[in-house]
């Protein structure tokens, strides 16, 4: 089973831009999915991006999409979350997920996932 190690939040005002890391030791390839969650404080975990590792499949919630870009390092087996145009509500800790079969649904659930990072936290202030 692969391990998840998230990095990259911070504090930040609105309208900024940071850039979350989550980097995968273990075994990767074409059947690999992974995703960002994130979760506030009293809400339940949402769904944010998924991309498929080996090839360029991506796919975004609506609160997010172009403002939030998916890539990834094969080299560092690392993928990374771009997020632009941070608002307040982007405030969260973001979770990295993944899983090695196809996504049985779209937009994913938590569930559908079976290994997690510990999450990073990210705060934007108006």
């Known amino acids: 089973q692969v391990q998840l190690v998230e990095s990259g939040g911070g504090l930040v005002q609105a309208g900024d831009s940071l850039r979350l890391s989550c980097a995968a030791s273990?075994?990767?390839?074409?059947?690999?999915?992974m995703a960002w969650f994130r979760q506030a404080p009293g809400k339940e975990r949402e769904f944010v991006a998924f991309?498929?590792?080996?090839?360029?499949?991506?796919y975004y919630a609506d609160s997010v999409k172009g403002r939030f870009t998916i890539s990834r390092d094969y080299a560092k087996n690392t993928m990374y979350l771009q997020m632009n145009s941070l608002k307040p509500e982007d405030t969260a800790v973001y979770y990295c997920a993944s899983r090695y079969a196809i996504l049985p649904n779209i937009p994913p659930r938590a569930a559908d996932f079976d290994s997690w990072g510990q999450g990073t936290q990210v705060t934007v202030s108006s």
């Open positions: 991309a498929r590792w080996s090839v360029g499949s991506t």
């Open positions: 273990g075994r990767t390839g074409s059947s690999f999915w």
